[in-house]
């Protein structure tokens, strides 16, 4: 690593505030996170590659406003792209389970390397995990991507970096370094997953959610609608449940590692919410949105006076889909769901507010006629001088509404949700409800 970039790392790192990094193994869900785990940091400020072969600089002083980070970069990988300090997230997979879906994406996705070799060659399971132009795809695969870094283990590079992507970042590969084995790739993933901000696990993923909102301080996501996958029940053979143990060894013990400490982390953070029941009919999510408020009172900030509300703005709230961009504004929006009732948080000093909520597609018309509004679980009546699918809607939101730690919880409910497929004849399977652009607070006008 070249001296300047030390230097630089040492400085930025003792001043700058922490960024977020997702590390993601490929196969474990990551695509489905990635959407929710962007809705809490600003658009502007989340790294926008998630592929070495994207980054053709590498420029760390170029990315100190980035705080978030996410993509297949391997554990340690991640460490040139900023001098910012780092904490990391994950997501791990029963490596059996990552094997098999690894199989079924390359058969599936023509753009794979070897995509052409498995069809050809008619390529059974068990012959994936063996064959040497396939099994690098299914061997070990969390233990290698956790423990790549350029500096202690760039042999592992085959992970991730294509022979364009090996020339462009060979200046920063440190080929002097002894290459490691799987064993000692084990022991770094262990200590990664010791490290991590947060871990979950893909076979618990609703239960890992509940604990990445328990560690960030965030309101629940409530259900969600996986992306990206390509559910089959599959029984393995006692030939491939051989082969994958062979191969497998150290993943395997990564997993049960990282089962035992999930559900460590698991009991604990129950033991710790449960200082927030009052009602034993309380579910979990409602313990995580008690603590999430408790902190965000104490620490968070109140917005005064009139403000605009966009969607490359972080959301806190549930039952919204990813950012989307609309032409020619050149902004965001978002779609409501998967489930009917959604919801979008804002922390403000207790007035009374005119509020304007942008609508700029549906379903159907009639969802817009029905949407139900409500404020702090209180529904208020709303008015609208527009007709088809683009309405600004009016309502007001006494101040009496309004918490007095200083919530206003805005609710959205559609009675009719559909996935996007059917709505618009397109490949997307998401169930959606109402698209908004934009939510304008004003002080009400004293009667």
Not at 40 to 58: D, G, S, V, Y
Not at 117 to 132: C, Y
Request: hydrophobic share 35%.
């Amino acid at each position: 690593m070249k001296a300047w970039f030390k230097r630089l790392f040492r400085t930025k790192q003792n001043q700058a505030e922490p960024a977020v990094y997702f590390a993601h193994i490929p196969k474990t869900a990551g695509t489905s996170f990635i959407v929710l785990l962007d809705r809490f940091f600003n658009a502007e400020h989340i790294f926008p590659h998630q592929l070495w072969r994207e980054n053709k600089e590498i420029d760390p002083s170029a990315n100190q406003s980035y705080k978030l980070y996410r993509g297949h970069f391997g554990g340690g990988g991640v460490q040139v792209l900023t001098a910012r300090p780092i904490e990391n997230l994950t997501i791990l997979r029963h490596p059996a389970s990552l094997a098999h879906s690894t199989y079924q994406f390359v058969k599936r996705e023509q753009n794979t390397k070897v995509h052409q070799l498995v069809q050809d060659a008619d390529m059974s399971f068990a012959d994936f995990l063996t064959h040497p132009s396939t099994a690098p795809l299914v061997q070990n695969r969390m233990i290698r991507n956790i423990s790549f870094d350029f500096k202690e283990d760039p042999s592992a590079q085959e992970v991730f970096l294509s022979a364009e992507t090996i020339e462009y970042l060979q200046s920063i590969i440190n080929q002097q370094g002894p290459s490691i084995g799987d064993d000692e790739r084990l022991e770094r993933a262990k200590y990664f997953i010791n490290k991590c901000r947060w871990f979950g696990l893909l076979e618990r993923f609703d239960e890992s959610l509940q604990l990445l909102c328990f560690v960030m301080n965030w309101p629940p996501v409530g259900s969600t609608q996986k992306l990206n996958t390509f559910k089959k029940n599959y029984q393995l053979t006692e030939l491939e449940k051989a082969s994958l143990e062979q191969v497998n060894q150290q993943d395997l013990a990564l997993y049960e590692y990282a089962c035992v400490q999930f559900d460590e982390k698991i009991n604990a953070m129950k033991i710790k919410l449960e200082a927030f029941r009052s009602d034993s009919q309380q579910s979990l999510d409602d313990l995580l949105d008690f603590n999430y408020q408790s902190y965000q009172a104490r620490h968070g900030q109140k917005t005064t006076g009139d403000f605009h509300y966009g969607f490359s703005q972080p959301l806190f709230g549930s039952q919204w889909h990813r950012r989307e961009i609309m032409q020619p504004e050149n902004e965001f929006f978002r779609w409501t769901g998967p489930g009917h009732q959604a919801f979008l948080d804002f922390w403000v000093t207790p007035e009374d507010y005119q509020l304007s909520i942008r609508i700029i597609n549906t379903t159907d018309e009639t969802v817009l006629d029905n949407i139900k509004i409500t404020i702090n679980d209180k529904t208020v009546p709303w008015q609208t001088q527009d007709q088809g699918v683009v309405r600004v809607l009016e309502l007001v939101c006494p101040k009496e509404l309004i918490q007095d730690n200083g919530l206003l919880r805005l609710g959205i409910e559609c009675e009719q949700m559909i996935s996007h497929s059917e709505a618009f004849d397109s490949d997307d399977e998401r169930l959606v409800g109402i698209a908004v652009h934009w939510i304008k607070f004003k002080h009400a006008k004293a009667a």
